[in-house]
């Protein structure tokens, strides 16, 4: 177990263990942490089984061209990969919608790539739908690839249906359903500026982790299809831009206690006939928060959630009349956490998750009775697989520490025994086919970059699909040596225990370092302190002899619902205070200059180095705040609501929250970042607090970035975003002595 940062000497004694000693070896440069290869190694993404269970497929990076992703596979007898799919030979080149980009934006996994997001197998294993620049593919085994849609206008969310017999997209607003080898069919009518069929609206995309807006029942027979009616919504008039030009888009944005979309249901058939509308009940100002097919296509599922989200309704609605009922319902005090692990089984019984013990644990729902399948003082994050035949469900946990995600199996029908199938001292993240056979294992820690291995559903490997290990030609291999350890703690503060990492240079007697101690500190996600693989530009700022320090405060996730709640109606208050505490413990180390503490954030990370600065002037010596909330209103309704209410409430709890009017307090140097084209955090969160403390004669620095979005980066845009915070911390002393 972690020993306590306080009065520990200790932990004193181990963070002044200097990094593994330096041999012969190249230096890291901004330019070397930006460019290709990878310097993590390979970083596949978006792993799948087959569904026959020979193959493993994945999203690589290209080596020349790190942020371009092609389809491989994987040979799950001999090992073997191959190239299926290549983007820079498949498709036309063509620019990407601007819907499809900012899908891509919203889907952090592949925010910032070019060439394949996402791909889909046909159910027969011989096929898997591509999507490249706009268009979809079919591409077979053997490396053959058929073009299926050519068209100037791009298709979105394209799969295959559950029985292979359709393929299915949304082009401008409408669905279109294709059988394989036959001709398009327009399934919806009437798209416009403001109505759109089959596509998830903003919020959904942005904050409920819902990518789609339509689902086929398991028989191909029916689809359920949401229309989304954005004509309520405000418009923020987005000017993107550009080095070489502007433009300028009128988006639909939900801003805080503004209206926001109307989503309704329809099911139909895939030819389009048949409609029925789907009775989500009589108010409008709902969230559709999940949709799901019973295993036998008889039972649409429903999550319904309240505009508070202080409420979920599980409703199972007929198909054949669009008529709902109420089977499950969930509230809260605070608000309700949404979760992808709803499983209907073919006994018409079905998984859920649930948070109603204070910690999120799963459930076998059976006619109205709960049975608990896990629980104790830890979370369950995801179902990765279920096995009825054998009565097992395989999930993700953290029941060892908060710090790794270990992966389990357990009883399928009752509270059992659990049985931990992946290794302590790693993060472990997995995917299963669908019966449940095989499990695909992506793990890493603190000092090993991502490593994937097939397993067998006792958890012992079979064989490495990417071992990664730094040694030979490994990008990273010229740089092991100087590798910085991470130690993880605890502090105290308020009476709840803080979990916290820090990496170090070598520590010479009697010398003092800077800190740059970066955070996210909000709730939902964006944890700092875990056990995985980290950027390697912290590895170059403990080169350059800073020490790097975070802190994961009270209001982040994976600490059960009451050590997130403390954020309820409170944003801006628990978690800063946390925040100094950490630097308060940093303080009082030997090696630490206390007078040389810089604190870095993006997004809630950026809103949070506003905070600090408002309200400990003094205590940093200088601040970067990235893409930074600065005026809650100004941001989307499902997130900002949950944590915060409406701003019309009485009383509200925005004005205590947001940072624009305190930002007069600012006294220390303070560097402003954002790209001119943010549809996430949108620009006026910079102009405001600009404007603001220009008003007052407060100076600060800002760097924005034209045709950037909240995702600030790229080839060439990554290492001069990072030169200016080295300049910056340099020019206000906050960078490192030379010896």
Known sequence: MPSKLPRSAALAALLATPALPATAQEKLTLERVFASPDLSGPQ???????????????????ADEKDRLDLWAVDTATGVQRMLVDSKKTGTGADLSEAEKMQRERDRSVAGSTGIATYDWAPDGKH???????????????????????????????????????????????????????????????????????????????????????WWSPDDALIAVARVDEGPVGIVTRTAIGGEGTKVYQQRYPAAG???????????????????????????????????????????????????????????????????????????????????????????????WSEKTGHGHLYHVRGGRWTPLTSGDWEVRDIVGVDEAKGLVYFTANRETPLEQQLYAAPLAKAGPLRQLTRNGWWNDAVMDARATRIVVSRSNADQPRQVYLADTEGRQLQWLEENAVRGDHPYAPYLAAHAKTRFSTLKAAGTTLHARIMTPPLKPGQRYPVFMLHYGGPGGGRQVTNQWGAPIYQYLVSKGWIVFAIDNRGTP????????????????????????????????????????????????????????????GVFSAAIAGAPVTKWELYDTHYTERYLGKPQDKPSAYPASDAVDESVKIKDPLLLIHGMSDDNVVFDNATAIMAK???????????????????????????????????????????????
């Open 44 to 62: 596949p993404r978006a792993l799948k089984l087959s569904p026959d269970g020979t193959l493993v497929t994945l999203l690589q990076p290209r």
């Open 128 to 214: 898997i739908l591509v999507p490249v620049d706009g268009d979809l593919y079919l591409a077979a085994l053997d490396g053959t690839v058929a073009r299926l849609t050519d068209t100037p206008e791009g298709e979105l969310n394209g799969v295959v249906s559950p029985r292979g017999g359709y393929v299915s997209y949304v082009r401008e607003g409408n669905v279109f359903v294709q059988p394989i080898g036959g001709q398009a069919r327009q399934l919806t009518q009437g798209a416009s500026d403001t109505i759109s069929w089959g596509v998830a609206e903003f919020v959904a995309q942005e904050e409920m982790d819902r990518r789609t807006g339509y």
């Open 258 to 352: 503004t209206p926001n979309a109307l989503v309704d249901l329809y099911v139909m058939k895939p030819d389009g006939t048949g409609q029925k509308k789907v009775d989500l009940g009589p108010d409008r100002d709902i969230y559709l928060a999940r949709v799901d097919w019973s295993k036998d296509g008889r039972t649409l599922y429903v999550q319904r959630e309240n505009r508070g989200q202080t409420r979920l309704d599980l409703l199972a609605v007929d198909p054949a009349t669009g008529k709902a009922k109420i089977i499950l319902t969930e509230t809260a005090k605070s608000w309700i956490n949404l979760s992808n692990n709803f499983t209907s089984l073919k006994d018409g019984s079905f998984l859920w």
């Open 558 to 617: 994976d600490r059960g619902k009451a050590f997130e709640d403390h954020i309820h109606r409170a944003m801006g208050t628990v978690e800063v205070d946390d925040q100094l505490k950490g630097v308060e413990w940093l303080k009082s180390q030997p090696y630490v200059d206390p007078h040389r503490i810089a604190t870095y954030g993006w997004s809630y990370g950026g809103y949070m180095s506003l905070k600090l600065l408002e309200k400990a002037p």
């Open 693 to 739: 403390m220009q008003g007052a004669g407060i100076p600060f620095e800002m760097m924005a970035y034209p045709g950037q979005t909240h995702r600030v980066g790229g080839p060439g845009i990554s290492v001069h975003l990072w030169r200016t915070i080295e300049d910056f911390l340099d020019r206000h002393g906050t960078g490192p002595v030379e010896p």
